[in-house]
């Protein structure tokens, strides 16, 4: 059975919003998740979590774009924010797996990286 998502717009007691396609009563396809804290959330959702292709801005300026699994960012990624920018691998919200970081000051760490800690 093929069930079709339809759009809706919703606001919650906590203050955050939700706009975007649901099925089965459950956020599945596109959309945008206002929290009530300004961040915001653009992309694929899947009974209710972020699922697929998306980008997270976050309060100190920081977007988080990529590949996400069970509502954490896992797979291939993008950090940009004031401090500088990462692109690579990601497990868990953690950079895991190769990656390079520039930062603001110019200085690179570009190679291995376990639970977003750079090894080198």
């Known amino acids: 059975m093929n069930i079709k998502s339809k759009p809706i717009f919703e606001e919650h007691p906590t203050g955050d919003k939700f706009l975007g396609e649901v099925s089965e009563g459950k956020k599945n396809g596109l959309g ?39 509502g954490k960012l896992s797979g291939k990624g993008l950090m940009s924010g004031p401090d500088g920018m990462f692109i690579g ?4 919200d953690h950079q895991h797996g190769f990656g390079s970081f520039f930062s603001s000051e110019e200085k690179v760490l570009d190679g291995e990286w376990i639970n977003g800690k750079f090894v080198g």
């Not at 699922?51 to 990529?66: E, R, V």
């Not at 691998?89 to 868990?92: A, F, I, P, S, V």
């Open 32 to 70: 945008m998740y206002l929290f009530n804290d300004g961040t915001k959330f653009v992309g694929e959702f899947k009974n209710d979590e972020r699922n697929g292709i998306g980008m997270y801005y976050l309060n100190d300026g920081i977007i988080l774009t990529g590949e996400w699994v069970d």
């Open 89 to 92: 691998e990601w497990k868990n």
